[in-house]
């Protein structure tokens, strides 16, 4: 087939970016025509931090066949590559910002036309996180002029169904892992030190975490990532009202792919204290670096991570059963056993799942 994916692609940084990218690369594979059109202009606002990786370190191969030719500010534009669109068999759409998407996927999908290729919604995010009312209506109506939506987990497809009468296809997210992580390679003593790796926004819930670390004496913490808004703010001042300074290290900023490995190197386990969540990938970049996971049970979460198996679960927004989780982990035995019972990777496998759903006939 001739497939077109409508998303940010590599070099972009984030995510969405590698996953768009390893998903085009996955479909050019199973013997399709891809090519993936991305942006030019992105957003109209600054995201925190750099937008690309350094073109000299890339991540993931680029895929070849990009085109850079969409901009938020060029109506125009969002029509025209429309029109240009309607000579592939389908079209995907990677949904994750409705209020920044909606109006230009909108455009595509009407300048496509009624008898142009399937269109599939690939919803990274149904809904932003903080969502009001003003996304739910977007959401409605351009999830209306879709041939199909395509989720990652089933509590994202009940959302999708009340939402919309389009059709909706599940299938997990298959893992597509910067760096080069080796499970083997971790040390097996403990070190009593813990991680957040990711892009920190509120309702990751990162404060929580901190706050839990404060029963938890000669315990540690690195938090890498991105700083959302005033987070990094917020969380200095949080650190010292609980005297935490030598135990939280904050390391603000995107982590590139070569220095993932030795965050995870120095970590007994990776926390995801979520508040909410839809579908992540971190857990399963901890498990390829052999490093076991707490986490509450939202989003992807319970699915990824087997309680009492190869991670710990708990209940989002609660401290004490977080700090409870913690205290579990270090009990004598726990850490090792957790750790000997992390799966082996199918990514492969999952990837070709993933892209025969996508593939699959109206």
Not at 12 to 28: D, F, R, S, V, W
Not at 82 to 102: E, H, M, N, S
Not at 206 to 221: F, H, K, M, S, Y
Not at 242 to 264: C, D, H, M, Q
Request: net charge positive; with cysteine; glycine share 8%.
């Amino acid at each position: 087939m001739k497939i077109a994916i409508v998303g940010p692609a590599h070099p972009y940084k984030g995510g969405i970016a590698q996953h768009t990218t390893a998903l085009a690369h996955h479909l050019k594979a199973a013997g399709n025509d891809v090519d993936i059109i991305s942006w030019s202009k992105q957003y109209p606002f600054f995201y925190p931090g750099v937008q690309f990786v350094a073109t000299d370190k890339p991540e993931l191969p680029v895929f070849p066949h990009t085109k850079r030719v969409l901009s938020w500010r060029n109506p125009a534009g969002w029509l025209r590559w429309g029109r240009k669109l309607r000579k592939y068999d389908k079209v995907i759409f990677a949904w994750y910002v409705p209020t920044i998407q909606g109006p230009i996927y909108l455009s595509i999908l009407k300048a496509l036309g009624k008898k142009g290729p399937e269109t599939i919604l690939l919803c990274h995010n149904i809904v932003r996180h903080g969502a009001g009312a003003n996304d739910l209506k977007i959401v409605r109506v351009v999830f209306k002029q879709a041939t199909r939506i395509l989720v990652h987990t089933d509590t994202q497809a009940a959302l999708a169904a009340e939402l919309t009468k389009t059709p909706i296809s599940v299938a997990a997210m298959p893992a597509h892992l910067p760096g080069h992580p080796d499970a083997n390679s971790h040390p097996t003593k403990l070190q009593d030190h813990l991680l957040f790796f990711g892009l920190v926004r509120k309702y990751k819930g990162v404060d929580l975490l901190i706050r839990a670390l404060a029963e938890l004496p000669g315990v540690t913490l690195t938090i890498a990532g991105e700083m959302w808004g005033k987070q990094q703010e917020s969380l200095e001042l949080l650190i010292a009202e609980l005297k935490l300074g030598t135990r939280v290290k904050l390391l603000p900023g995107y982590v590139a792919a070569e220095n993932i490995s030795g965050l995870f190197q120095a970590a007994d386990a990776l926390v995801m204290p979520y508040r909410s969540g839809t579908a992540s990938q971190t857990s399963e970049l901890a498990f390829a670096h052999g490093v076991p996971v707490i986490a509450t049970k939202v989003g992807s979460m319970p699915q990824q991570i087997r309680d009492g198996v190869d991670g710990l679960l708990c209940d989002p927004d609660d401290i004490a059963g977080l700090a409870a989780s913690i205290k579990h982990f270090y009990e004598p035995g726990v850490a090792a056993s957790l750790r000997s019972r992390i799966p082996r990777s199918t990514s492969e496998t999952d990837w070709q799942h993933y892209v025969d759903v996508i593939t699959s006939t109206k």
